[in-house]
């Protein structure tokens, strides 16, 4: 039988166990990147009882030995009469949402805040009144805004040990990052764990914060027939993209003339190639934009990694398993899927798992990489800026823009045979039988000239065990969307910006 345990004087007040009010459909997700999600608990409370559950109360749910599955915040409460009530739910991650480093230093605001290993914008308007922390690579640039941010005004602890990124990918410096109260620390470490070779983050069933490598191994197989319920594949260009336009921040200089001082002023701005991709899929483009970047080091660590996910065909899998009494937590270890001849279909990362209460326990599993679409919603409209003057004094030897050979793709077209139409990291993912692409990392070529970085792999872990019964209820719980994978090829950099 499992515990949910109910607190409405904090998030670790927990004074009742209130399982034996839920009904059937209750749920929640746990995400690799974000941690403990949404979730919603259903009761049969009647309407007297609206007021017992409350916006701001928390929920733990455990199993009988006392190990925590899910954490999260009442977002909303619907009560219905004569009986009934629903409560949907946050993981703790969603504090995130609302801590916005830096400011425009007004009398209501803060100061621009950077953080790199220099701040080499002294042309900036607001330079001289900016707080900057120095850090090296990216594994003390997380512990920094962490320590900065997080501990204290939120609810979120961690432990250092909890931190890591791949050796290869924290020897190199962050260069300079700039905050001005616009974007959110969530959308901050999202784009961080592009970098660091699509690292896992957000925070546990415990209120701590993660951000890990992914493994290279697996930390739970399942086999078609004995463990899985529902299994499904979606093999597509859907995710494809070989060609990102990305959108970075700001540059201003300072031309010194006899007569007065003029400021000019650029966005980062530039178009970034995967150029096999391109050769074999045509053209594939997403718009992203990340305002912190404003170097050319920073946008090559992203848009490398970014094509090492996107560049090449993706392979999804749906699995839903059912009579778990450990939990599979998507952010320590990868997960092997096989045939019913125990012959591999996959190793690869779960993106989301959604867990359901009903009569018996069920995880919906989404294998693959999430869509790049949902992460970095593409503009409206096409925004236009003018275009600037390259020369010495502005940018020196870096232009933005830059072209990335990783993947080689064979003549044989995507979908013959039981492989992928590429292999990289796509979300962590690697499928048997063969696969008609492949990484060479030695091959890149890059306009900033980067070092360069091998194709990553998904991270193992030791998996708690517990005893996770089955509740009293019965029902249909609520049915969880595939998830997407997202990809576009790129052209050639063209080396243009627009200011």
């Not at 805004?145 to 410096?173: H, K, M, Q, W």
């Not at 070779?197 to 957000?202: E, H, M, T, Y």
Request: charged residues 25%; negative net charge; hydrophobic residues 35%.
């Amino acid at each position: 039988m499992r515990r949910i345990l109910h607190s409405r004087s904090g998030s670790t007040d927990f004074t009742a166990d209130i399982a034996p009010r839920a009904v059937s459909g209750c749920w929640f997700d746990w995400h690799r990147g974000g941690g403990c999600g949404a979730g919603e608990l259903r009761f049969k409370d009647g309407f007297l009882d609206r007021n017992s559950i409350d916006a701001g109360d928390w929920f733990a749910v455990e199993d009988t030995s006392g190990v925590r599955w899910y954490f999260g915040r009442v977002e909303s409460v619907v009560a219905e009469s004569p009986a009934g009530a629903v409560a949907r739910l946050s993981g703790m991650s969603s504090q995130l949402n609302h801590i916005f480093p830096g400011g425009f230093r007004d009398a209501v605001d803060s100061a621009p805040y950077v953080i790199g290993v220099t701040d080499p914008f002294a042309a900036d308007p607001d330079h001289g009144v900016e707080s900057f922390d120095t850090v090296g690579g990216l594994r003390e640039t997380i512990l920094t805004l962490l320590n900065r941010f997080v501990v204290g005004p939120t609810d979120i602890a961690y432990d250092s040990a909890s931190i890591s990124v791949p050796a290869e990918v924290d020897a190199v410096a962050i260069s300079s990052l700039k905050f001005r109260g616009e974007e959110s620390l969530r959308a901050i470490f999202n784009d961080l764990a592009v970098r660091a070779r699509q690292a896992s983050w957000g925070v546990d069933a415990d209120g701590q914060f993660y951000f890990r490598e992914q493994p290279s191994g697996a930390s739970a197989v399942f086999r078609e027939g004995r463990d899985s319920i529902v299994l499904s594949e979606t093999r597509d260009t859907d995710l494809l993209f070989n060609r990102i336009l990305l959108t970075g921040g700001y540059v201003y200089r300072n031309e010194d003339v006899t007569w007065s001082p003029v400021r000019d002023s650029l966005r980062w701005r530039g178009h970034y190639v995967e150029p096999n991709s391109r050769a074999k899929f045509g053209d594939r483009q997403i718009e992203i934009s990340v305002p912190w970047i404003r170097t050319s080091a920073d946008a090559d660590a992203f848009a490398r990694e970014f094509f090492r996910t996107y560049a090449a065909p993706t392979v999804r899998h749906i699995v839903e398993v059912g009579d778990r009494t450990t939990p599979l937590f998507p952010w320590l270890g990868r997960f092997t899927l096989q045939d019913r001849n125990g012959d591999a279909i996959a190793t690869a990362a779960a993106e989301t798992v959604r867990v359901f209460f009903d009569h018996a326990l069920r995880l919906r599993l989404e294998l693959g990489p999430p869509d790049p679409r949902e992460l970095w919603p593409e503009p409206d409209r096409h925004e236009r800026w003018e275009t600037p003057r390259y020369d010495e004094i502005l940018f020196s030897d870096e232009y933005p823009g830059g072209e990335y050979s990783l993947f080689s793709f064979p003549d044989e077209s995507f979908g013959s045979g039981n492989g992928s139409g590429g292999s990289g990291s796509s979300g962590g993912m690697s499928t048997g039988n063969g696969s008609s692409g492949s990484v060479s990392s030695d091959a890149v070529s890059s306009d900033f000239g980067s070092s360069d970085m091998p194709s990553s792999d998904a991270f193992s872990s030791d998996w708690p065990s517990s005893d996770f019964g089955s509740s009293d209820a019965s029902g249909d719980g609520t049915s969880l969307p595939p998830s997407s994978d997202a990809g576009t090829s790129l052209p050639s950099s063209s080396g243009n910006a627009s200011s």
